[in-house]
């Protein structure tokens, strides 16, 4: 009987080697600032700390975290923040993105970085301090009010901008804004209260920054279970607009 050559090649033992291992590609590591803006947009409080010194944080920072507020802005106006900014990480930084604000200079952004603030935040339209936070790879929120300020900032690389004061424009100037740039992710900041939240998420902002109506007395013996009634409060506005919206 005859035997085909071709077929003894290709099925004779001698022919094959052991069998080539799976190769499994390595998944592409995730962007921080693409991260960032999905993690916000699930859980879109921001609460803005101002106090005394740093080494007040701590209580009002469990709390908050307790009434659901993940997202913690430490502020430069704050004594000894950069000090306290990676122990407030190592503490914190597992249940709550904790960035810093008020930063003013290029030369803040890369110690800052290196503390490991999730996010930074400036009261102004600073071209030189986006490019500087794009560079070192950490999500950047500038602050403005006008359309320019505004577009200066994105254009710049800003993955969101910050309106402020927001309480001089109200809701209904993000939906203006929308008109020429109708991809911005905007934050509104500067007075604004527990209870008008939700009407700036249902606007269309990516978040609201909330300080004062919300912290009150906190850093200054006032009541944590307040605090974290007034951050659960907060957080379901925050999530019913979100639901109105068909993002919950």
């Known amino acids: 009987m005859s035997v085909n050559p071709l077929q003894t090649a290709a099925t004779g033992p001698e022919s094959l080697g052991p069998a080539a291992a799976p190769v499994h590609q390595a998944p592409a590591p995730e962007d921080p600032v693409q991260a960032w803006l999905s993690a916000l947009a699930a859980s879109p409080v921001i609460a803005v700390l101002r106090a005394r010194h740093a080494s007040e944080y701590g209580p009002v920072l469990e709390a908050l975290i307790e009434g659901g507020v993940l997202n913690i802005e430490l502020t430069l106006s704050t004594a000894g923040v950069l000090d306290a900014l990676p122990e407030l990480v190592s503490r914190y930084g597992t249940r709550a993105r904790i ?58 690389g800003a993955p969101a901008v910050k309106v402020f004061p927001a309480s001089v424009v109200g ?78």
């Open 99 to 156: 960035g810093v604000g008020t930063v003013t200079d290029t030369a803040e952004v890369a110690p800052l970085a290196a503390a490991g603030a999730a996010f930074l935040v400036t009261p102004v339209t600073d071209t030189a301090i986006v490019r500087a936070a794009v560079d070192a790879g950490i999500p950047i929120v500038p602050g403005g009010l006008t359309p320019s300020e505004l577009f200066a900032g994105v254009k710049a």
């Open 171 to 248: 809701p209904g100037y993000l939906s203006q804004l929308r008109g020429p740039f109708p991809d911005i992710q905007v934050i509104p900041s500067g007075g604004i209260g527990v209870d008008d939240a939700g009407a700036w998420l249902r606007a269309g902002a990516l978040a609201v920054s909330v300080g004062g109506p919300l912290l009150q007395d906190a850093f200054s013996g006032g009541s944590l279970t307040a605090l974290s009634k007034r951050a659960r409060r907060l957080s379901s506005e925050a999530a019913a607009a979100l639901e109105t919206r068909g993002l919950a």
